[in-house]
């Protein structure tokens, strides 16, 4: 099922104002389209795929190389910054509810504890998460400014609405930033949006659904809160016993501390300008790291190469990737709509359609990273020993998958150098495509790139989910 989606129909006033009425525009003062979220990073850049969006450093220049031109670029990007989903927002209001009637005494950092009140929504984008879209699609079109100037953007989005408002916000400032740039729009806009049903049963690359045994069966479906449960044991003892003992009579269990901690990120985001919340001061910058590498473990081994069938439920997105870049038909027997896919009109390809953007989740991004191969390069993750992203390949939730992470694949045609070339930027980051030879400049022969995602052209392990 699809529809496309005309930005004109639902909302046009979101190009100028978010919930409640106020403006967006000039807001959100520690973001930035090109560097992101850069408050307090120490802890900011700490709260796995709670983190607003970052640019994560790179030990390749992300710059398109001087002898170098673009021909291609499509970003995959998660949905900006939201409020909590549904059963958390639930369970964290209760949690305050709990400190607040069992501590009289709140001293010091935890003096805000007393008069706090709880407003946190649920699942929808904050101003904030809306802004950080707004500056997505301005970077998107700044960086490939030259290709956008001569061809239209194609978008698709998972229909969650908070996938849908962010494509829109993300064409919001695609849109300012070419008008900006060259004066006028030749496309119409709002630019049309096609919408991927998330509903039970349809085929959506940017949405796992379909496969049973992953969704459904153990070890599949409990691998990722299996890793997460036996690290938690090895850090957050400490933790719980400082907040109880700076807190008494409170008993805060260890889910509780992290749900705790989780109210950092979403009081951070649910301010318009992204102003650090006193949640966060609570604990320290090493707390910190451990606690984004508990929700690490949740993604590696939920949805990314920590789990047999994680990156399967990628491999119909990295098809279309492929049909997209040697601009052919998709060949798949995943999760892709063939109706769409075998349509121009809902999956363009070919030289006249070289620019695209998809909108999805963070899980999703995670196992289209795995069909990818993009860090397999390094042992599994440690579930009792926690590792820096710098010495896993450059893999962490909020290295890869923050609020309104952005992840870049471009082609280019280098001077003196035949043939075209992939690279895949994450975050800013350049990915090494060790598997296909990409050397110090992080880039390969679109050949060998393409060959190098055997496990995907072969369908992954789609055979295994329907036991």
């Not at 104002?17 to 979220?37: Q, T």
């Not at 950092?109 to 904030?128: C, E, I, P, R, V």
């Not at 496309?187 to 949006?193: G, N, W």
């Not at 509780?256 to 320290?284: K, R």
Request: hydrophobic content about 35%; proline content about 7%.
């Amino acid at each position: 099922m699809f529809f496309l989606l005309s930005l004109a129909l639902i909302g046009a006033w979101m190009s100028s104002f978010v919930r409640g009425g106020s403006p967006l525009h000039g807001r959100a003062k520690c973001d930035s389209p090109k560097e992101g979220y850069q408050c307090q990073p120490g802890i900011s850049h700490n709260w796995g795929q709670y983190s607003p969006f970052f640019a994560v450093p790179s030990g390749i220049s992300p710059d398109v190389p001087s002898n170098c031109k673009v021909t291609f670029a499509q970003v995959l990007s998660r949905h900006g910054a939201r409020d909590p989903t549904a059963s958390k927002t639930f369970a964290y209001a209760q949690l305050i509810q709990k400190i607040q009637k069992t501590v009289t005494v709140f001293k010091g950092k935890y003096a805000f504890l007393k008069d706090y009140t709880y407003t946190l929504g649920a699942d929808q984008l904050t101003a904030f998460g809306e802004q950080e879209m707004v500056n997505s699609g301005t970077a998107f079109f700044n960086r490939y400014k030259n290709l956008a100037k001569q061809f239209p953007l194609f978008v698709r989005a998972s229909s969650e609405n908070r996938v849908v408002v962010s494509a829109q916000k993300f064409d919001e400032g695609y849109h300012q930033a070419r008008i900006a740039a060259t004066g006028t729009d030749p496309a119409p806009y709002p630019y049309p949006v096609l919408v991927l049903s998330e509903s039970a049963g349809s085929n959506n690359t940017l949405n796992h659904d379909l496969c049973t045994a992953f969704e459904t069966l153990p070890p599949f479906s409990t691998t990722g809160s299996t890793a997460q449960k036996t690290y938690l044991a090895t850090f957050i003892g400490p933790i719980t016993a400082r907040i109880n003992a700076d807190l008494t009579p409170l008993s805060l269990t260890a889910s509780e501390t992290i749900s705790l901690m989780d109210l950092c990120p979403f009081n951070t985001v649910a301010n318009p300008d992204g102003a650090v919340s006193p949640f966060c001061g609570l604990f320290t910058a090493a707390e910190w790291r451990q606690y984004s590498y508990y929700q690490t473990l949740g993604k590696y081994y939920g949805y990314g190469p920590g789990n047999a069938l994680g990156p399967t439920q990628g491999v119909g997105y990295v098809n279309e990737l492929i049909a997209r870049l040697t601009g052919t038909s998709v060949v798949d027997h995943t999760s892709v709509n063939q109706t769409l896919d075998s349509n121009p009109a809902t999956f363009p390809v070919g030289a006249a359609h070289p620019l695209f953007a998809d909108f999805s989740h963070d899980n999703d991004m995670t196992a289209i990273f795995g069909a990818l191969g993009l860090y397999d390069a390094v042992p599994p993750l440690s579930n009792t020993t926690l590792e820096e992203p710098q010495d896993a390949g450059g893999y962490s939730a909020a290295w890869t998958v923050p609020f309104a992470a952005r992840a870049y694949f471009e082609k280019l045609q280098c001077k003196g150098e035949g043939g075209e070339f992939v690279r895949v930027i994450v975050n800013d980051r350049v990915v090494p495509l060790n598997a296909c030879g990409g050397g110090k400049e992080g880039r390969c022969a679109l050949e060998k790139f393409t060959d190098s995602l055997g496990f995907a052209r072969a369908g992954g392990k789609w055979n295994q989910c329907f036991p």
